[in-house]
Nanobody, 118 residues
Framework: QVQLVESGGGLVQPGGSLRLSCAAS????????MGWYRQAPGKQRELVAS???????IYADSVKGRFTISRDNAKNTVSLQMNSLKPEDTAVYYC????????????WGQGTQVTVSS
């Protein structure tokens, strides 16, 4: 059974940093586009950042210059380094693994809460 397990969320003051990690099992992330999404209360889930199998990255405009997504294929993990956090970054953050080949595979983690507040 495919699992994506997020860790690293928590409460942080504005201007602080957090590092989220996502550990994948039963899939080889080397062939997947890995992404981080977030969903704030009352809002739709949105893409924060993604990284392709070729390490091409995409960021939401709201996080450019503050967040960095990276992957460690040897450890089968993907991370999101979040700096200069703002209250509007408060949300549940979800890890995603997407593959579009002969078939489509799309997997989600359970999410980890990030709260930015003083």
């Amino acid at each position: 059974q495919v699992q994506l397990v997020e860790s690293g969320g928590g409460l942080v003051q504005p201007g602080g940093s957090l590092r989220l990690s996502c550990a994948a099992s039963e899939i080889d992330i080397r062939i997947y586009t890995m992404g981080w999404y977030r969903q704030a209360p009352g809002k739709q889930r949105e893409l924060v950042a993604s990284i392709t199998s070729g390490s091409i990255t995409i960021y939401a405009d709201s996080v450019k210059g503050r967040f960095t997504i990276s992957r460690d294929n040897a450890k089968n993990t993907v991370s999101l380094q979040m700096n200069s956090l703002k209250p509007e970054d408060t949300a549940v953050y979800y890890c995603n693994a997407f593959l579009h080949s002969l078939t489509t595979r799309n997997y989600w983690g359970q999410g980890t809460q990030v709260t930015v507040s003083s």
